[in-house]
Nanobody, 125 residues
Framework: QVQLVESGGGLVLAGGSLRLSCAAS????????MGWFRQAPGKEREFVAA????????NYADSVKGRFTISRDNAKNTVYLQMNSLKPEDTAVYYC??????????????????WGQGTQVTVSS
């Protein structure tokens, strides 16, 4: 059973930056695809970004391309989401998730096996 703990959320002004971290314990972190999702009040959970186990491939939602960067440090069992040029519409609870399917970059929440508890990101205008 993989346990995921997110951190780094907070309140930021529009145009600002935040870096989210997700630390994994247990499991074979380096083979899991890791993803970031977000959920705003009253909306469905939506895909943000994903990265393969070796970090060689990434996938981004169109809404964050060019602004967000996903990366990982397998030595630290941690995945990151660098968020730049933040907009009020980026406000949501951000979740990290792990997919045991090797080399998957799926954007479907149902395909991910483990989830963190989420961290709140609020962008004020």
């Amino acid at each position: 059973q993989v346990q995921l703990v997110e951190s780094g959320g907070g309140l930021v002004l529009a145009g600002g930056s935040l870096r989210l971290s997700c630390a994994a314990s247990r499991g074979t972190f380096s083979i899991y695809t890791m993803g970031w999702f977000r959920q705003a009040p009253g909306k469905e959970r939506e895909f943000v970004a994903a990265i393969t186990g070796n970090g060689g491939r990434t996938n981004y939602a169109d809404s964050v391309k060019g602004r967000f960067t996903i990366s990982r440090d397998n030595a630290k069992n941690t995945v990151y989401l660098q968020m730049n040029s933040l907009k009020p519409e980026d406000t949501a609870v951000y979740y990290c998730a792990a997919d045991r399917t090797i080399l998957s970059l799926t954007n479907r929440p149902s395909e991910y096996d483990y989830w963190g508890q989420g961290t709140q990101v609020t962008v004020s205008s």
